[in-house]
């Protein structure tokens, strides 16, 4: 690997470039931009060069970060809520010390209150991008990255009456593009699960307008699956063998790098299936069912599930019927709650600290 600008300039007196790359590729953000400060040579490695950029994210670890997304009640100054986007590592979660993170005040949280704003944290910098269209009107978004060409890509999804349309706004460019129209119409949550190329939604099989609410079944349901390379779509189905699944009470995460299917059945119950193998239907697997009792959650409000242990086996969920968490070890069959002092857990997405800064 060339080193940039000073490639002429050692990086070390000892030891080889190479090695001396691969140690640096593997160091935190926060201690790697302070070594910046130790020669020329290092600080363009560092700070110029693309390729040691990619090796350090590829060498840096995948499921060990989260942003939490905690709501603090109703902010009277500006008339909106105050959520705040707080990142922490997962472990603190599974450890059940959440508090220390939900009162931190120390600079690891940002604000969030235009719901017309994307937000992507890339540690150390923050990326505010502004979305197309009406924000009254109904939409899906989504952020992920294409191999293919290098670039990291923003989607909005529109829905209309008879159609979605879908535009992307790929980073470094000046617009937005309009790549298709279709009658699949997303339902759930409004940001799309990033997996292996794709951004993934559960929707309807057709516009949402042309359905029955009350006549909805599984059978209407599917995953539409965006693939950012192609920019073309495909529906996946569901986990075959679901008799009941209410479209208000279900949606997708992605845990532990799977793409997993989660619902509330007949208002006793918390089923959550995983897909081993992505894009193949019959990997499916059911991870568990368990009952509301055992959980000791309100059977009215759902349970957003945040992040999984390293091996799986214990998960942890917001709880939306209270200030707080469950902790669930699904092979025990172990239940821990977790305790949020009056303020909600909204939502938890993994992230990966590097020196990537789209744009």
Request: proline share 4%.
């Amino acid at each position: 690997m060339e080193t940039g600008d000073h490639a002429q300039l050692p990086l070390s007196g000892i030891l080889p470039d190479e090695l001396v790359i691969e140690i640096l590729s593997r160091i935190p953000i926060k201690s790697l931009l302070q070594f910046r400060c130790v020669s020329k040579s290092w600080k363009s490695l560092i700070s110029h060069n693309p390729q040691f950029v990619k090796l350090h994210l590829h060498n840096s670890p995948k499921n060990d970060n989260l942003i939490l997304f905690v709501n603090k009640g109703l902010d009277e100054e500006e008339d909106d809520f105050d959520i705040r986007a707080i990142y922490c590592s997962k472990q603190t979660l599974l450890d059940n010390n959440i508090s220390s993170i939900v009162n931190a005040e120390d600079g690891r949280c940002f604000v969030v209150n235009d719901t017309n704003w994307l937000i992507s944290k890339k540690s150390p910098a923050l990326y505010v991008n502004k979305l197309p269209g009406d924000p009254f009107s109904p939409a899906r978004y989504g952020f992920g990255y294409d191999s293919s060409s290098d670039t990291y890509k923003v989607v909005v999804m529109i829905l209309g009456l008879e159609n979605t349309i879908v535009k992307v706004h790929s980073m470094g460019e000046s617009c937005w593009k309009e790549i298709l129209s279709f009658p699949t119409f997303p339902i759930g949550e409004l940001d799309g699960q990033f997996l292996n190329g794709t951004l993934n939604w559960l929707a309807l099989d057709k516009s949402g307008y042309g359905y029955d609410w009350r006549t909805v079944t599984v059978n209407h349901l599917v995953i539409f699956s965006l693939d950012l390379e192609k920019e073309t779509y495909r529906h996946l189905s569901l986990p075959a063998g679901l008799v009941e699944v209410s479209c208000v009470e279900s949606n997708l995460k992605v845990l532990g790098g799977y793409l997993c299917f989660f619902f509330h059945y007949r208002g006793t119950h918390f089923v959550m299936w995983q897909m081993k193998e992505f894009g193949v239907e019959m990997s499916w697997t059911q991870l568990f069912i368990i009952s509301d009792q055992h959980l000791q959650f309100d059977i009215d409000h759902p349970l957003i599930p945040l992040c999984t242990s390293e091996n799986g086996d214990v998960i942890v969920m917001a709880r939306t019927d209270d200030f707080g968490a469950i902790i669930y070890n699904w092979k025990s069959n172990r239940v821990e709650l977790i305790e949020t002092n009056n303020e909600f857990l909204e939502n938890g997405e993994d992230y990966v600290e590097s020196l990537v800064f789209p744009g």
